[in-house]
């Protein structure tokens, strides 16, 4: 079976970027249920949440983390690689930014920026992650998006770009406006799917305005979207959209929206902008390394020599997994691979696919994806993993700031 760049046009390797609290866990969650991955509803509280423990593992009362979970939406495959958010496991956090190429950041609506989302947004930003921002818990007494966007602005210096009005405020937070199609989205209690209807009068003129700024604001920082702006004196919804999928890719802007993760609210749009905005594995930099001091260059492409990445090694029912991405080539169940960091070649007994509630198991895995591969035990976090016949050993993940303290 051949891969081509349509196969590869469709992976979201995705990180959820936050701080403690902010509501990673229920956004993932959320992300789990509405892409069907799971159907139970687990809530944090009662510890039958599903990013948080291997259910096999749960059964048998061991908890252990899924590094990566698969999930499917509108036709793409999204990869969610668990990104830790305390400051305590740093290198576990570069490890992880190192292999996805995009993120949604999620921050407290009452909150806005709080101090460890500002150290995982400069992690993201040494690594040129492109990001989409959420304000989740709109929900909230105080939730202002306004004030979240002006933090956001003020202490991570984006150009934000505001793609939703929201419709209602705190415990009347009931939907949004979407400021790319002008359509509004109205949820239910306890629907994820919104009702899709015309923009509410009441807040009609707003909506022009914000989308007007909005168009104003792209137009500026793209030179095609300008060269349109001023021909017709706007945008087209297609040209806006295209517009902010090139300046997330780019990181010369970050789109906003926003919703309630633990009433449900808001995560199917964030699934459509995380298709439509962040890049696919095809849209970032080959991966680079080298060999013998040769220097080489390998492409997303399933026809090159193997080459991936280890970024997390653990125990689950199946036995030890270490979860690689998949930079270069192809990887087949049986495969003999080379790990240049302790020299040894080793079999891949087995590849898995790691859902919600399920291990599937694959033939062989292709440049762009992130698996877990049974049998390879000399493997590491950070160890490289290759061809034989044509060895690489990829850059080592950018270094960690320094711990500064302050007295
Ligand atoms: P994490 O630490 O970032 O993973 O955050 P959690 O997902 O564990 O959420 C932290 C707390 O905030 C939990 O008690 C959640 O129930 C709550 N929470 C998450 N999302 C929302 C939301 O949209 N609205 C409100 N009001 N609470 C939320």
Redesign the pocket.
Known sequence: MRTNNATLAAIRNLGIL??????????TERILYATGTTHKRG???DGTTVTDFDPQERDRGITIFAAAVSCAWDGHRINLIDTP?HVDFADEVERSLRVLDGAVA?FDAVAGVEPQSESVWRQADRHGVPRIAFV?????AGADLGRAVESIRQRLHPVPLVVQLPIGAEDGFTGVVDLVRMRSLVWADGAGTAVEGPVPESLGEEAVRRRRALEETVAELHPAALEEFCERGTLSAGTLAATLRDLTRTGDGVVVLC?????NRGIEPLLDAVVAYLPSPLDVPAVRGAHDGTEEERAADPEVPFAGLVFKVNASSTGRLAYVRVYAGTVEKGDTVWNPGTGRTERVARILRVMADRHVQLERAVAGDIVALAGVKSARAGSTLCDPGAPLLLEPPVAADPVVSVA
């Open positions: 936050a701080h403690v609290d902010a509501g990673k866990t229920t956004v809530e944090v509280h958010g999620v989740n818990k709109m929900d909230r919703g309630s993760a633990y009433r």
